[in-house]
């Protein structure tokens, strides 16, 4: 069976090809605050730590990446963690942050070959202790499940007012 270019759906599950691709090398704008930076390595090394470090799965440097025009301009060839003070309109405004993942169409799941992290600053205030604001950490260690290829489906209420992580 051949593979075709394909964005996940909620109908199928994502995965990377092989374990070989980690540590995966992700990269944190430099727009975040060195706090903010912190946050985000202690993000990735918990990821590590639940599995006794027995997998590396992100090495985690800054970058100066460049600022993005539409949502298709991420797919490059950085995995990287951005700050998004603009939020695309095609995104729901009620998302803290978004993984953007595409990848190769299986038979039965996507074959994950480009993740970002998109955090909402346009909408929302984060925080990396304790003043007002959803945590920093919190959040991209959520994203960072689904960067893995954690299910992307959740479950929301129809009532639901708490904004949720995408």
Request: charged share 15%; proline share 4%; aromatic share 12%.
């Amino acid at each position: 069976m051949t593979s075709s270019p394909a964005y996940t759906t909620d109908s199928l599950a994502s995965k990377w090809s092989s374990t070989s691709i980690f540590p995966i090398n992700l990269k944190i704008s430099n727009d975040f605050s060195a706090t903010e930076s912190s946050a985000i390595s202690e993000a990735a090394d918990s990821w590590s730590s639940a599995v006794n470090n027995t997998v590396q799965f992100f090495n985690i440097s800054n970058e100066n990446l460049d600022n993005k025009k539409n949502l298709a301009s991420y797919e490059d060839s950085t995995f990287g963690i951005y700050k998004v003070y603009t939020w695309p309109e095609s995104l729901p405004g009620t998302a803290l942050a978004v993984t953007q993942i595409s990848g190769l169409q299986k038979s039965s799941f996507i074959e994950i070959t480009h993740a970002d992290i998109l955090l909402n600053y346009d909408y929302f205030s984060f925080t990396t202790d304790s003043s007002w604001g959803y945590d920093l950490q919190t959040v991209v260690v959520h994203e960072m499940g689904h960067f893995l290829g954690l299910s992307l489906i959740h479950i929301s209420e129809p009532t639901r007012r708490t904004p949720i992580a995408y």
